[in-house]
């Protein structure tokens, strides 16, 4: 009788559960902002607590254009997030090298949320919206590392 030893990859590179969190974090951070023009106006109050003095309709087209710029940054995502998954999931090397690229894009552009200012602005992304930009970035680090320390060990 022989004895078969299974050398598949580990449970955490066939099936990258943190790359998913990751991506369904990044659904959440692309339709937040588009749900707060419907429903909780916070980007409403976040641009009229900066300019006062401005119209329903000013405040209006600021809100929406962080609202639009929130969403499709954060759309941009899912692509790589898809990417990387698939690559991972068939044990392709190259998929690491797509997730640390897309880490980087995501961490530049999740840190320039939380730190840019405006003219009367503290920052312009209010801190609720930056935080859920910088949630995906944690999530894809995590599946990273998990990724990278089951990695395959021939080339792909």
């Given at each position: ?23 369904a974090l990044t659904l959440v951070a692309t339709v ?123 080339r792909g």
């Open positions: 009788m022989t004895a078969t030893i299974d050398r598949s990859p580990a449970t955490g590179t066939r099936r990258p559960l943190w790359l998913y969190v990751g991506l937040a902002p588009l749900l707060d023009l419907a429903t909780t106006g916070l980007l409403a109050e976040h641009v009229r607590a900066a300019y006062p003095h401005w119209s329903a309709h000013d405040v209006s087209l600021d809100r929406n254009a962080i609202a639009i710029y929130l969403a499709v940054t954060s759309a941009l995502g899912v692509p790589l997030w898809l990417l990387t998954i698939r690559a991972v999931r068939r044990c392709r090397r190259w998929g690491l090298v797509v997730g640390v690229v897309a880490f980087a894009a995501g961490i530049l552009i999740a840190l320039t949320n939380l730190s840019v200012g405006g003219e009367h602005y503290q920052v312009i992304v209010p801190y609720l919206f930056g935080t859920l930009t910088l949630l995906p970035c944690i999530a894809g680090v995590v599946g990273l590392v998990q990724a990278w320390r089951h990695r395959p060990t021939t």
